[in-house]
């Protein structure tokens, strides 16, 4: 086998540098860059498969180097961090049968390879639908498939802190003297901090588009960062995110859920709920593809639904209470307990009522015109304690 490779490389060879591009038709330029293309994926699949058993033998020792991925980075002339993907692939293919199959035929590119292997790794049931996808879906949404089926894999409170746990900012001066920067974040905070950097970067384009001066959009996102660690950014961002209401109350999202936050991509529900504290978080209750209802996570209270509670709650809900100055509105589910900020969980009591809500013991059931005042319950510990208009 060897000796074959070594004749087909030197043969591929041969052809590539005396490849004068200036004289193809522009229909043999576009099918040699498929040809290329295939022969690409094939070579990336051979190396991966052979760099697996390499990785289980004691021959990247010997060759002087700390680690297999070490080895790969200098032999493969890539990253490290390239490195490491391919060898975790490598050693992911024999459990992943259809995988390491249709990346041996050419079908699949490395990076595609790399992402269902990883995906696989969490949840083994998903390898075929994540295969079929790769064959039809663009490299970027078979990547958020792939990162969505890992998140409801590991879906949980200790997931969330793993990626929190391995944040990191880094810089250094490149060779013109300009300072670069490299980060890591945990997922919330890196949304709320791209929210900021562009709501102030689209105020800081506006503004030029005024004076007419041009800029890229990337100049303007770097002066809007600047500004924010200076103190001298102005705007305020939204963080957009979408969660099932089932996966929220769950704690973890099942096949066919979402919680993602937009221009990030696929999060634990842990992330969403540390978002909702802030007020930021939107959750969809949805059947099937369409959205049946649109409720505010946030302790937050939003104008629309102030003005819908004061209209439905003129006074203290309790029954038998007529106290009508000086409301506080309450989620009658807890906040804290996964209730969420929407008029079905929310409701205005006095001062008096809250405060045996919120220490005594006391519940809220029922609904408007309806309502009952129960004792025997936890505290809510936590309450919002949102004054009432």
């Known amino acids: 086998m060897i000796d074959r490779v070594e004749a087909m490389t030197e043969a591929l060879r041969g052809l590539v540098s005396g490849l004068d591009p200036g004289a193809l ?63 975790e692939t490598a050693g992911r293919l024999d459990r992943l049968p259809e995988l390491r199959e249709t990346f041996a035929r050419g ?42 089926v890992r998140v409801a894999a590991r879906s949980d409170e200790s997931a969330a802190e793993r990626i929190r746990r391995g944040r990191f900012l880094r810089s250094w ?81 099942l096949p066919g859920e979402r919680s993602v936050i937009r221009g990030v991509g696929p999060v634990p529900v842990e992330v969403v709920r540390r978002l909702a504290r802030d007020g930021v978080v939107k959750l969809l209750e949805r059947d099937g593809v369409e959205v049946t209802r649109v409720a505010h996570l946030g302790r937050a209270i939003p104008a629309h639904l102030r003005s819908a509670l004061e209209a439905r709650d003129p006074t203290c809900v309790v029954p038998g209470c007529d106290v009508r100055n000086g409301l506080e509105i309450d989620h009658i589910l807890p906040y804290a307990r996964g209730g969420h900020t929407s008029l079905a969980n929310l409701a205005r009591l006095c001062r008096y009522h809250h405060a045996q809500k919120t220490h005594r013991g006391w519940r809220l059931e029922g609904h408007p015109g309806h309502w009952r005042w129960l004792r025997g319950g936890a505290p809510d510990k936590t309450p919002s304690r949102e004054r009432a208009p």
């Open 173 to 253: 001066t490149d060779r013109d003297g300009a300072v670069r920067l490299d980060g890591r974040f945990a997922p919330d905070d890196g949304a709320r901090l791209l929210a900021r950097v562009k709501a102030e970067a689209e105020r800081l384009q506006a503004e030029a588009r005024r004076s007419r001066q041009r800029e890229g959009a990337d100049a303007y996102a770097a002066d809007a960062l600047v500004g924010l660690a200076t103190g001298g950014a102005v705007s305020q961002a939204v963080v957009q995110v979408e969660v099932d209401a089932a996966a929220y109350e769950r704690g973890r999202v």
């Open 107 to 148: 079908h699949l590119s490395e990076t595609q390879a790399v992402e269902i292997a990883a995906a696989a790794a969490a949840d083994p049931a998903a390898e075929p639908s994540l295969v079929d996808a790769a064959g039809h879906e663009t490299v970027d949404a078979l990547r958020e498939r792939c990162r969505a």
């Open 25 to 87: 038709s522009a229909v043999d330029a576009a099918r040699l860059v498929e040809l290329f293309a295939e022969g690409e994926r094939l070579c990336a699949a051979g190396r991966t498969l052979a760099a697996g058993r390499v990785q289980r033998s004691p021959a990247w020792r010997d060759a002087g180097f700390a680690s297999p991925a070490r080895w790969m980075a200098a032999r493969a002339k890539m990253t490290l961090g390239q490195a490491i993907a391919s060898m």
